[in-house]
């Protein structure tokens, strides 16, 4: 069974640091992508960044320069590292395979002083 866990979420002042992880399992972590998907109330989950396979790395266009994604595949983890953080960047934040459809349970980031 796939599955996909979050942690790292909380409450932080603006401008501050959060780095969002997600581990796998049962999966050959290796060969699948992986994406971070964010959720504001009542909207849709929205894309943030994406990990491929090869080791490549996206973050969408308004988050570049504050949203960075990496990925230990050792550790079968998958990274979010959100720096600057604003009150609008408060969500819950998921974890989420495309081709296995599989996302995690979500963990919450609120911006707040």
């Known amino acids: 069974q796939v599955q996909l866990v979050e942690s790292g979420g909380g409450l932080v002042q603006p401008g501050g640091s959060l780095r969002l992880s997600c581990a796998a399992s049962?999966?050959?972590?290796?060969?699948?992508?992986l994406s971070w998907y964010r959720q504001f109330p009542g909207k849709e989950r929205e894309l943030v960044a994406v990990?491929?396979?090869?080791?490549?790395?996206r973050v969408v266009d308004s988050l570049k320069g504050r949203f960075t994604i990496s990925r230990d595949d050792a550790k079968k983890t998958v990274y979010l590292q959100m720096n600057n953080l604003r009150p609008e960047d408060t969500a819950i934040y998921y974890c989420?395979?495309?081709?296995?459809?599989?996302w995690g349970q979500g963990t919450q980031v609120t911006v707040s002083s």
């Open positions: 990990a491929t396979s090869k080791g490549m790395t």
């Open positions: 049962g999966l050959d972590f290796t060969w699948y992508s």
């Open positions: 989420h395979q495309v081709a296995l459809n599989v």
